[in-house]
């Protein structure tokens, strides 16, 4: 404590405490003024401030006050107006706290550090508080709820967001309140469309709850699925059969039909048959095969098998599949039962064969014996024919017959 001169600032009287906080003795106390113990930037302030003080008890705040070695500290003051051996006074009560200023300083700097943090993640962050208040929300999460920290700050979650009551939000969350525990769930905010990877911990007044905007990925797996129900209609939309297999000769995929012709040879299901399941005899041509494949080159084959006495012919394509780094990773197999459409093929040879023949006998048998009787013809004399008129006749029929020969041979040798 000390009282120091209305009018001059001089300081009247000192306390111990005040001699120990500020370093000078009893004496030099006396020498000094109110406005040597203040910063010199602060004086003009100090002097505003003075003029307009009343002469009841004033709180003048937190101030900044030097002592003797020069350093700086943070005090209180509480002045009121007195008399001191017959002069006007102030008396004035210094609690210093600096300390305490410069732990609120210290929190205050990691607070706003750790908040600087929090606004730099490109997660989603915020806290509620025991009645589901909103204390701090970061930029990210602002955006994410299409909100900001101004709104929501002190505001209940469940009311300001009402539909976030829906699907597991409320439960989840309540759960980590009151259970003290984390929890994680994958959850639709349907009022924005905005799907969130949730993850909620326990605090000391509430619970923190960090998430990630997780809609993109959300539209993604979607279309991939909506993808894949769309291919698997397509491939299972044949008897033919289709599968994949990967770098192991392991199949990875395949059609109805597929499973269905697995299913009959094995006797086992998609998620119990495995390559040992097969005759290694029978399968030795699709491993062949899947080498080829591998190596980067896509081809077909056909194959002949006899089953229950009937030959069965089969058209086999090899597809390599590759990554995003064009690197082969699997192989599409495509088998397709291609008997009919050999069958109708042997038959057409079989026709070009008699074709063929057919055409030989008309070029060489048929026309020999009209070439014959077209030269007799020529030989015959009108004048000593009894049917003379006849042998025009029979030259000009002749001649007709072996043009129509000609045109069947012609039409022959283009169909062969």
Known sequence: MYIYDDQSFRFLAVNDAAVEQYGYTREEFMQLKLTDIRPPEEIPALIKFHL????????????????????????????????????????????????????????????????????????????????????????????????????????????????????????????????????????????????????????????????????????????????????????????????????????????????????????????EVTNADFGQEKIKVFFESYERAFRGEAFSIVRQRGIDGKQVYEELSFNPIRDLHDEVSGVNCFLRDITESQEHLHKIEDQNKRLREIAWIQSHRVRAPVASILGLAQLCSLEDSPNAEIIPMLKKAAEELDQVILDITTLTDNLI
């Open 52 to 271: 307009a003080l009343p002469e009841g008890h004033v709180n003048a705040g937190r101030l900044l006050h030097i002592n003797k070695a020069g350093q700086r500290f943070y005090v209180s003051v509480y002045t009121h107006h007195t008399v001191f051996e017959g002069k006007d006074a102030r008396q004035v009560l210094i609690v210093n706290i600096d300390e305490k200023m410069r732990a609120e300083q210290i929190v205050s700097e990691k607070s706003a550090e750790l908040e600087k943090i929090l606004d730099s993640i490109t997660d989603g962050f915020y806290a509620l508080n025991s009645r589901w208040e909103v204390t701090f929300i970061n930029k990210a999460a602002e955006q994410a709820l299409s909100c900001t920290r101004e709104e929501v700050t002190g505001k209940n979650l469940w009311d300001f967001f009402p539909r976030s009551r829906e699907g597991r939000f409320y439960a989840e969350y309540e759960r980590a309140m009151k259970e003290r525990v984390s929890v994680h769930f994958e959850e639709l905010y349907a009022p924005l469309g905005v799907w969130g990877s949730m993850n909620v911990y326990p605090t000391k007044d509430g619970i923190a709850v960090y998430f990630v905007d997780i809609t993109e990925q959300k539209k993604i797996q979607e279309k991939i699925y909506n993808d894949g129900q769309n291919l698997r209609a397509i491939i299972n939309n044949t008897r033919d059969l289709i599968w994949s297999v990967d770098r192991q000769s392991q199949i990875i995929t395949g059609n109805q039909a597929f499973w269905d012709r697995v299913k009959e040879l094995t006797g086992k299901n998609e998620d």
